[in-house]
Protein backbone atom coordinates (compact mmCIF):
# COMPACT_ATOMS: atom_id res chain seq x y z
CA UNK A 1 0.00 0.00 0.00
CA UNK A 2 0.86 3.48 -0.79
CA UNK A 3 -0.39 6.30 1.73
CA UNK A 4 0.00 9.73 0.14
CA UNK A 5 -1.07 13.42 2.27
CA UNK A 6 -1.52 16.76 0.23
CA UNK A 7 -0.69 19.73 1.66
CA UNK A 8 -0.41 23.20 0.80
CA UNK A 9 -3.65 24.05 -0.51
CA UNK A 10 -5.51 27.55 0.38
CA UNK A 11 -6.87 30.82 -0.52
CA UNK A 12 -5.06 33.28 -2.92
CA UNK A 13 -6.03 35.78 -4.95
CA UNK A 14 -5.66 35.56 -8.63
CA UNK A 15 -2.32 35.96 -10.08
CA UNK A 16 -0.58 34.81 -7.08
CA UNK A 17 0.88 31.56 -6.41
CA UNK A 18 1.13 28.42 -4.25
CA UNK A 19 2.34 25.45 -4.38
CA UNK A 20 1.10 21.78 -2.98
CA UNK A 21 2.80 18.80 -1.80
CA UNK A 22 2.24 15.25 -1.73
CA UNK A 23 4.29 13.31 0.95
CA UNK A 24 3.94 9.50 0.26
CA UNK A 25 4.98 6.46 2.53
CA UNK A 26 4.55 2.81 2.21
CA UNK A 27 5.19 0.69 -0.68
CA UNK A 28 8.31 1.64 -2.86
CA UNK A 29 8.41 1.43 -6.90
CA UNK A 30 11.55 1.53 -8.79
CA UNK A 31 9.53 2.85 -11.65
CA UNK A 32 6.15 5.12 -11.06
CA UNK A 33 3.92 7.81 -12.05
CA UNK A 34 3.24 10.55 -9.52
CA UNK A 35 -0.25 12.96 -10.74
CA UNK A 36 -2.06 15.68 -9.94
CA UNK A 37 -5.50 16.02 -10.64
CA UNK A 38 -8.36 18.35 -9.34
CA UNK A 39 -12.23 18.68 -9.18
CA UNK A 40 -14.32 21.41 -9.33
CA UNK A 41 -17.72 21.21 -8.40
CA UNK A 42 -20.29 19.62 -10.55
CA UNK A 43 -17.33 18.86 -12.66
CA UNK A 44 -15.25 15.72 -13.55
CA UNK A 45 -12.61 14.87 -11.99
CA UNK A 46 -9.34 16.58 -14.17
CA UNK A 47 -5.92 15.98 -15.19
CA UNK A 48 -3.64 18.53 -14.12
CA UNK A 49 0.09 17.15 -14.11
CA UNK A 50 2.28 13.84 -13.96
CA UNK A 51 5.87 13.27 -13.57
CA UNK A 52 7.04 9.76 -15.07
CA UNK A 53 9.90 8.13 -12.91
CA UNK A 54 11.95 5.22 -14.72
CA UNK A 55 15.46 4.51 -13.24
CA UNK A 56 17.06 7.44 -11.92
CA UNK A 57 15.63 10.32 -14.17
CA UNK A 58 11.71 11.93 -14.61
CA UNK A 59 9.29 13.38 -17.11
CA UNK A 60 6.71 16.11 -16.39
CA UNK A 61 3.71 16.02 -18.05
CA UNK A 62 0.89 19.21 -18.34
CA UNK A 63 -2.57 19.46 -18.78
CA UNK A 64 -2.55 22.11 -21.96
CA UNK A 65 -4.20 25.21 -19.58
CA UNK A 66 -1.35 24.79 -17.07
CA UNK A 67 1.95 24.60 -18.99
CA UNK A 68 4.01 27.73 -18.37
CA UNK A 69 2.00 27.97 -15.03
CA UNK A 70 2.47 24.73 -13.64
CA UNK A 71 5.69 22.90 -12.46
CA UNK A 72 5.71 19.40 -11.03
CA UNK A 73 8.88 18.82 -9.00
CA UNK A 74 10.39 15.95 -6.78
CA UNK A 75 12.64 16.02 -3.44
CA UNK A 76 13.58 12.10 -3.91
CA UNK A 77 15.05 12.35 -0.27
CA UNK A 78 12.23 13.49 1.45
CA UNK A 79 9.59 11.09 -0.99
CA UNK A 80 7.72 14.11 -1.93
CA UNK A 81 5.91 15.24 -5.03
CA UNK A 82 5.40 19.10 -5.58
CA UNK A 83 2.94 21.43 -7.94
CA UNK A 84 4.18 25.12 -8.26
CA UNK A 85 1.49 26.85 -9.60
CA UNK A 86 1.83 30.29 -10.66
CA UNK A 87 -0.27 32.85 -12.01
CA UNK A 88 -3.55 31.25 -10.70
CA UNK A 89 -7.04 32.33 -11.62
CA UNK A 90 -10.36 31.61 -10.16
CA UNK A 91 -11.30 29.05 -12.50
CA UNK A 92 -7.93 27.17 -11.09
CA UNK A 93 -10.27 26.71 -8.30
CA UNK A 94 -11.40 22.95 -7.01
CA UNK A 95 -9.88 20.05 -4.72
CA UNK A 96 -6.66 19.13 -5.65
CA UNK A 97 -5.40 15.03 -5.78
CA UNK A 98 -2.37 13.06 -5.60
CA UNK A 99 -2.66 10.14 -6.89
CA UNK A 100 0.16 7.28 -7.62
CA UNK A 101 0.51 4.23 -9.86
CA UNK A 102 2.96 1.64 -10.60
CA UNK A 103 2.00 1.90 -14.05
CA UNK A 104 3.60 4.21 -16.20
CA UNK A 105 0.93 4.58 -19.41
CA UNK A 106 -1.88 7.02 -19.52
CA UNK A 107 -0.55 9.82 -17.03
CA UNK A 108 -4.03 11.98 -17.83
CA UNK A 109 -6.26 8.90 -16.83
CA UNK A 110 -7.66 8.94 -13.05
CA UNK A 111 -8.51 4.86 -13.70
CA UNK A 112 -5.17 4.84 -14.24
CA UNK A 113 -4.10 5.49 -10.58
CA UNK A 114 -4.46 3.09 -7.75
CA UNK A 115 -3.08 5.29 -4.75
CA UNK A 116 -5.11 8.80 -4.15
CA UNK A 117 -4.46 11.36 -1.24
CA UNK A 118 -7.72 12.71 0.53
CA UNK A 119 -7.84 16.18 -1.40
CA UNK A 120 -6.85 19.62 -0.70
CA UNK A 121 -8.57 22.89 -1.53
CA UNK A 122 -7.48 25.71 -3.46
CA UNK A 123 -9.50 28.66 -3.58
CA UNK A 124 -8.77 31.52 -6.06
CA UNK A 125 -10.40 35.07 -5.66
CA UNK A 126 -10.80 37.60 -8.25
Known amino acids: QVQLVESGGGLVQAGGSLRLSCAAS????????TGWFRQAPGKEREFVAA??????????YYRDSGKGRFTISRDKAKNTVYLQMNSLKPEDTAVYYC?????????????????WGQGIQVTVSS
Open 99 to 115: AADSSLRLVDTPDEYAY
Open 26 to 33: GRTFSSYK
Open 51 to 60: IVWIGGGGRP
